[in-house]
């Protein structure tokens, strides 16, 4: 399959070939899914605490004999229902660390580019190469293009050229940039249109159409 391929200015210049097994396959919404809930759970922190009867201060003594006073019984001020008291059955620290089998996240990886091709919310590129970082390069390109809204920009690799796209982005708050080996689910289903270069497209396809390719040879 084929999409329209610009250059850096936002003037077509022809098409670039996409495999089909990432870029046109049928998204699988529940695998998505679960690859979100998955990110969602493993940012959080799990830090968070309460203090049981037993590590809150205040005397162990019982507060008055059992019987005859007429009041109900008591046996310690840090009971969880006396104001400064323990937290009965409180939060405690924990990992909500879940995790997925590698062609699965894939999978999910590949569905979303599948849903943003089918949206017509990735833009494919020549190159984009700054010469310095500036801010003012950066909006330049994404007016070029039209850009608006919340922009995700993968790039292949750290290097220097790169590394001026990455700084001139950084006063953007809705342009995010990201390595083509990071690829996630959550921020492509979150931003409004995807820039893809060539070369972060020819990362993509090294080791997201392993799987499908190993799976076709054992099925043969």
Not at 47 to 52: A, V, W
Not at 88 to 106: C, D, E, V
């Amino acid at each position: 399959m084929e999409a329209t391929l610009y250059n850096q200015a936002g003037e077509q210049i022809g098409s670039i070939a996409l495999n089909e097994s990432i870029f046109g396959i049928e998204p699988n919404v529940p695998v998505m899914h679960q690859y979100v809930v998955m990110q969602r759970a493993n940012a959080r922190l799990g830090t968070h605490n309460t203090r049981g009867r037993g590590e809150v201060s205040g005397s162990t003594k019982k507060l008055y004999r059992q019987k005859g006073t007429g009041r109900a019984r008591q046996g310690s001020i840090r009971a969880p229902h006396r104001m400064g008291g323990g937290i009965a059955h409180g939060p405690h620290p924990r990992s909500y660390r879940l995790n997925m089998p590698k062609k699965m996240r894939r999978l999910a990886v590949r569905s979303a580019l599948s849903a943003k091709l089918a949206a017509n919310q990735i833009r494919f590129v020549d190159a984009l190469t700054l010469e310095k970082p500036r801010t003012k390069d950066m909006v330049a390109f994404l007016k070029a293009h039209t850009l608006s809204g919340k922009t995700l920009i993968v790039i292949d690799q750290k290097n220097a050229q790169t590394g001026n796209v990455r700084l001139s982005a950084n006063n953007l708050p809705d342009v995010q940039i990201l390595l083509a080996h990071y690829l996630n689910v959550r921020d492509l289903l979150t931003c409004d249109t995807v820039v893809l270069p060539k070369a972060a497209v020819a990362v993509i396809e090294s080791y997201l159409a392993t799987d499908t390719a190993s799976a076709q040879s054992e099925e043969v």
